[in-house]
Structure formats: structure tokens, C-alpha cells
């Protein structure tokens, strides 16, 4: 159901019935390690391409994730993924090993709330009674069709950010236990003419900005309203750029309840300069680590605000600058008294 | 609301309030020619790259369904959108011209009705008043990146198709008079083995079988219900393939009424092998030239199945086979006795 121009509220509270996050050797190593469900030693995962481990990454966290809700790929009715790849082939080809019903999404790195987004309004409509939402990336696949060939060892400048290796799914649906999905926000693009593509965070901030201003006018909340308002991936770089923005644009959010998960994945590590980024890093750390935290009582509601960089090689080579985008979706704590 | 595994029906009936069709300059001059609301006589469409023609082609066609719903662009709620570049840039960039609330797709070939299908249950499910749905492809553009350089001259085969240079768009909104969406199917990958890109008819042609024995199925409708059934784009080749798949499967429709985007977009012309394909072959086709031909009285209900062919460069050079799709959306006239 619709409030206000582009907020949906979905009044049967679908609920995430399991969440499973999958990380690469360097993710396993950082702050979050403990909280992905799988984790690899060897950055190829056994196969012969980066493309095609990347593949594997997605599979194995839809995998996991059924598993975790005891359901069999034969009762989800939909599946809705994407990733950064070209034709995003990493979800097509994990959506070919599957066999479920599929529905191909682009949003770059908001592709985690974009699908969790979709899939919530699949089910609260009763158009779905289970789907499963799922996004990832690799750093590999990502530097070579994004960027320089890795052995070029070129340098770059602190703005910019570590794709992340990992892939995240949910499952959602109409009934069971767990977490619930609240309300989701549906972006515009936001362009304020940045074209650096080695600061992205600077570029989608503003994205963000938008969105949650939105989310809070379309929901007629308080700004203090959520436990946290997370975005991903803005990384240091944008996490401090959106801090000074919000309270600019009199979004009152409680700056010690801002994160960010470009920021997190990482921690201090000064190797990945402004942070993580990548359709993995937002589905791991929401999936992985902050829903977990929430089922174990931490927070009782959050904002996730995805966001995404809509540029490609080519439109930048064309001097075209970056359209930027955030998906927003509030997932709350199941209050027993209320269920 | 679920009906069967993978169908949706809209007890709403989202009304098509208006369609839009944009035509490249050999578009123009086949047999469908003046079905589109504008053709180009420049293939360039006065910019400086064929990327850059392919979201004017795009934008002119959200404009012109825009106009002729009588909208302006700030009431339409979400644009679903997508096409065949590499991060469906010509979606995004035009998303940011609209600056309308943006899903992006990806379904190559298919997203012309996989945003019609999802566009339709946002206004069915009451989270949007107004969609536009809007896909298109470029000759040029996708011949560059999926192919050889043009200039180098390079010979195809008779299976081969040719990119539509050309762009299509639906307003779908809750209310008014106008063509109507009674149901969709979305489909599962059907991957037969085929990795061949020149014949991309064979490989869809049982991705377009599984949609339609399940839409059938789903629906419990029999074979003869519609008087078309419409895919885009087998081309000559698939269109073939599917005429013989659909009685030995023994969906029984009427052979007669069976027709493809493909076939119809440049009739007999021998230069484009098999017949047209690309993202703007079923939306020009079907927003073009079969609803105008519905709001004329010819046909009362027809199902249009957009296939999509969902490889990369990528993806073919590293020896994978052609994942396949079909997504399939179910148009009825409006009957004054019921309306």
C-alpha cells in the first residue's frame, strides 16, 4: 500500500524467515568475520574465473538461506537478484541452477533493498507466498570489467573504495517467525555531476540524502524514530559527507545512530581507503551482521538505505557524469504482544 | 493475487492508459512503419554515439506515452525500465531525465513485459496510481557491444537477427478507459545447451514453451482463449522451432493465431536473417503496432510472451550455454458490458 509519493507500507509485516551472508578470504579476515554464514580461504573458490566464483558465492548464500528456513527451492515461488556484472549473469546463471521463477533487477549496489524491497510487496500482496532476494559481487570480477586489469597494479586515491567479495540472500515470506519488513522507499536518481568514479561516495550521498528524507515525510516519523539508519556503501568518504548533509537539510537523525556499511565491513583497515562497496557489502553486512544483531535484541527497528552508482565504463568514458539512486527498507523487531 | 505457481491475476484490471512507439530509420521503412508515433530518418538521432541515440529513443518514448495519457511526469509514481547495455545505462540515464521513482530491470528481450507485469501489480496491489513501463534497444549500440565492430564488415549466419533500432512504452494506471491487463507469468530459466549468439531463436524458443504450457496451466484457460498469442523475438527461425515444441507438448493453440515480434518488425526482408530482436522488438511491436490494432477491435484478447536471451560477451567466451526466460502478460479489450 502506497503513503505518500513513493513509499509502500506493507500492513501484513512480511517476515524474513532466514538470511544468510557468504564472504570472501579478506571479509573473513575483517571486523565481521564472525558473522558470515560461509566464508573462502581461496579468493577463486575453486573455479577457473572470477565470474564464475562469483556465481558460486550467490548460490551458496541462496542455498544457505533456504536452508536456514527449512524450505525447499520447489515452495519459493520467486527469486529477485541481481549484481554488477554485465547482464547481471551472476544472477541469472545462479537463477538457472535454482529453477525458480526469476526476476532480473539492476540497481547496482542498492540491489539488496531494491530486491528486498520488491519481494516484501510480492508477498504482502499475496502475490507470493515465499521469495528469496539475493545480491553479490566480487572484487575480481568487479576491478576487471569495472576498471584497470588488477596486475597493472595501478594506484588509487583515497576516496576510493573495495569491492567486496560476498553475496547475501533472504527469504521472505507470509507467515513463521523472524524479523519483519515494515516499509520500503523506492528512489529517484539523484545527479549532482560528480564523474569521479574513484569517489562514489561523495557521488551517492546526496542519494541518500533523498531518500531517507522521503522515507520520513512519506511516513509522517520522527526523525529519532529508528534503533539505526544504515547506509551502504558510502564508505568514510560519504558516511561524513551525509552526516554534514542531514542535519543541513533538518533530517534530525541522532548522528551516533548513523552507520554506514562500507565503513564496518573493513573497520580501520587503511587498505581499502574509504571503505567497502559492491553489491556484496550491503547484502552481507544487513544480512550477516546487522539482522543478527537484531535477533539477538540489539535493535528493535533499523533503515537500511542502499544505494547504488548507475554509471558504466562506457558512460563514463563518454563524460557523462553518475547517476546515483537509494532503495530504503525498515525492518522491525516482531513485538510478541503485537503478534 | 497468486494464481497457480508463477501467475499473477490483477482482479483490478490495471488499465493501459497509453503506448508509445519509436522507430530507427530502417524501423521506419518495413511493414509496421506507420504504426510508430515517431521515426528517425538519422540513426544517430543527432548525438554523438550510438549509447547516447538509444536514451533519446527512450526518452521520447516515456514522453510521448506520457502525453497521450494526458500525465504529467510528476504523477506517474515508479518507472520500471531497462535495456541491453552494460548497466542498463540508457534505463538510468533516462530515469534521471524523468527524475520519476526508478526500479531497473534486467531481463534483455523480456523486459518489455517484465516491467509490464510489474507495473501492473503495483497499480493492482493499490502502491502506485501510475506506472510507466519503458524499454528500448539500439542497432548500433548493441551491435558494438555484443558483437563485432560494424566497420569490420563481418557476415552472420541465417539465424542470425537484427538489434530493432527502437523503443516502447505503457502508462498502466488504476483507473480510466483503455486496453486492460488481466494477467502475467513470470518465467524460470530454460537453458537447452545452446551457446550459440547467432541463433538465439532456438535457444528462447523453449524458454517461450515453459512460460506458456504454465500461464495455460496456471490459468486453467483453454488453449484456444486467446485470439494471439504473441512472441517477441523468436524471429523466423524460433517461431518455427516453437510451431513444432507446442503440439508435441499438446498445447493445442490455433497455429494460425500464433505470431512473433520477430517476423513482424521487418516482414520478408532477406538483409536481417531470421528477423528483428532486442529489447525495442516486442515493446515497438506490441506498443506500436498490436494494441493499436486491439483498440481498433481486430483482437479482444491477446498474450504477449517476451522472450530474453540472458548471456554476456562474458559469458560466451568463458564456453557457457544461453540462459533463457520468458515473462508473459495476458491484454484484454475493455467489454463495455462489464465496465
Same mark, same amino acid.
Given at each position: 500500500m502506497r503513503q505518500g509519493h513513493q513509499t509502500w507500507v506493507f500492513p501484513s509485516r512480511p517476515v524474513i524467515l532466514s538470511t544468510a551472508a557468504i564472504g570472501g578470504p579478506f571479509e573473513a579476515k575483517g571486523p565481521l568475520g564472525e558473522d558470515f554464514d560461509i566464508t573462502h580461504g581461496d579468493l577463486m573458490l575453486g573455479q577457473d574465473s572470477w565470474e564464475k566464483a562469483e556465481k558460486v558465492l550467490l548460490e551458496e548464500a541462496c542455498d544457505k538461506a533456504l536452508e536456514k528456513a527449512g524450505l525447499q527451492k520447489e515452495q519459493v515461488h520467486f527469486l529477485l537478484a541481481g549484481d554488477l556484472m554485465n547482464q547481471i549473469i551472476t544472477s541469472s546463471f545462479s537463477a538457472r541452477t535454482l529453477g525458480i521463477p526469476y526476476i532480473g533487477l539492476f540497481g547496482a549496489c542498492s540491489t539488496a533493498m531494491e530486491s528486498l524491497a520488491l519481494g516484501a510487496l510480492l508477498v504482502d500482496s499475496q502475490s507470493a507466498d515465499y521469495v528469496l532476494a539475493a545480491t553479490g559481487s566480487h572484487n575480481g570480477a568487479a576491478e576487471k570489467q569495472y576498471r584497470y586489469p588488477t596486475e597493472y597494479g595501478s594506484q588509487k586515491p583515497p576516496t576510493a573504495q573495495w569491492t567486496v567479495t560476498g553475496a547475501g540472500a533472504a527469504v521472505v515470506g507470509n507467515k513463521g517467525s523472524g524479523l519483519r519488513v515494515h516499509a520500503a522507499t523506492i528512489g529517484r536518481i539523484v545527479d549532482m555531476g560528480l564523474s569521479d568514479p574513484f569517489n562514489m561516495g561523495a557521488a551517492m550521498a546526496p542519494a541518500a540524502l533523498s531518500t531517507i528524507e522521503t522515507h520520513f515525510r512519506d511516513m509522517r516519523? !520522527? @526523525? *529519532? @524514530? #529508528?534503533d539505526l539508519v544504515v547506509t551502504g556503501d558510502l564508505g568514510k568518504v560519504g558516511h561524513q559527507i551525509l552526516s554534514e548533509l542531514l542535519p543541513k537539510h533538518n533530517v534530525d537523525i541522532p548522528l551516533d545512530r548513523y552507520i554506514d556499511c562500507g565503513k564496518l565491513i #573493513?573497520? *580501520?583497515? !587503511?587498505?581499502v581507503w574509504s571503505g567497502g562497496s559492491g553489491c556484496g557489502c550491503v547484502a552481507t553486512v544487513t544480512y550477516g551482521h546487522l539482522l543478527r544483531r537484531m535477533r539477538e535484541g540489539e535493535w528493535k527497528r533499523i533503515l537500511v538505505v542502499a544505494t547504488g552508482a548507475l554509471l558504466s565504463p562506457i558512460s563514463y568514458q563518454q563524460g557523462e557524469s553518475i547517476p546515483c539512486i537509494a532503495h530504503a527498507v525498515a525492518i522491525e523487531a516482531e513485538h510478541p504482544e503485537e503478534g
Open positions: 516519523l !520522527p @526523525h *529519532d @524514530h #529508528y #573493513y573497520g *580501520d583497515n !587503511p587498505t
